[in-house]
């Protein structure tokens, strides 16, 4: 089994600031995929970032980041300098590779409202 | 251009109908998925397929049907036995080459029952 908990229904930040979105998941695959989306409100789905769970590094991509801790099992998504066009839903999700392999479980998501 | 084109965009249907939703892409993925979304919530996993006549119960499966018999489509059903099936349904692929294995979306399929 695999899950995705995303705890913030919605968050607010100042434009030019940034903006951690909190991601927390749980699985029995020892090998596993993080995955962060964007929707607007068009409802498209936008693929922002990734993290391999054997991966050393924290991925970065742009703007966006991904604060990576195992242990807690937590995957965070940083957007730095937000801007106004960030105002989206963002969800976080989770492919696992082994027993869940080819499933991929999404979180409730985090609406995000910038302020100009 | 590739992508994946879902029909159609908006569908309005009497209860007790069954009424299916196309997926057809043409990125060559071999993984296709169906998601329900409902207003403000997030996405649920209806089925899934990794090869071409197979394919997995997700985690909300009942009520809903599906096919994979050619690689680029991946229609889904919507019977009458689901019953509340006012949604917004996604439909997704994903290529076994990709690295890091994303999905690619499409635009998605409103359905609404009168």
């Known amino acids: 089994a695999q899950k995705i908990t995303q705890t913030q229904p919605g968050m607010f930040v100042q434009e030019k600031e940034a903006v951690t979105l909190d991601c927390t998941y749980d699985?029995?695959?020892?090998?596993?995929?993080l995955f962060w989306y964007k929707q607007p409100s068009s409802g498209e789905m936008i693929f922002l970032i990734y993290q391999g769970s054997y991966d050393q590094q924290n991925a970065t991509e742009g703007r966006y980041s991904l604060n990576f801790q195992k242990a807690r099992k937590s995957a965070n998504l940083v957007i730095s300098a937000s801007q106004l066009g960030d105002s989206a839903m963002y969800f976080c999700?989770?492919?696992?590779?082994?027993?869940?392999?080819?499933?991929?479980?999404f979180g409730d998501g985090t609406t995000l409202t910038v302020k100009p | 251009d590739g992508g994946i084109t879902q029909s159609p965009k908006y569908l309005f249907r009497k209860e007790g109908q069954n009424v299916t939703l196309s997926c057809e892409q043409n990125?060559?993925?071999?993984?296709m998925y169906w998601y329900r979304q409902d207003p403000g919530q997030g996405l649920r996993l209806i089925y899934y397929?990794?090869?071409?006549?197979?394919?997995q119960k997700g985690d909300i499966a009942e009520g809903y049907s599906v096919s994979r018999e050619k690689k680029e489509s991946f229609p889904l059903t919507v019977t009458s036995a689901q019953k509340n099936p006012t949604a917004f349904y996604l439909c997704?692929?994903?290529?076994?080459?990709?690295?890091?294995?994303?999905?690619?979306f499409g635009e998605g399929s409103r359905l609404t029952v009168l």
């Open positions: 997704a692929s994903r290529g076994e080459a990709a690295n890091t294995g994303e999905l690619f």
């Open positions: 999700a989770m492919r696992g590779f082994n027993t869940n392999a080819g499933k991929s479980t």
């Open positions: 699985t029995s695959d020892p090998s596993y995929g």
């Open positions: 990125l060559n993925h071999d993984a």
């Open positions: 397929s990794q090869i071409v006549n197979d394919f």
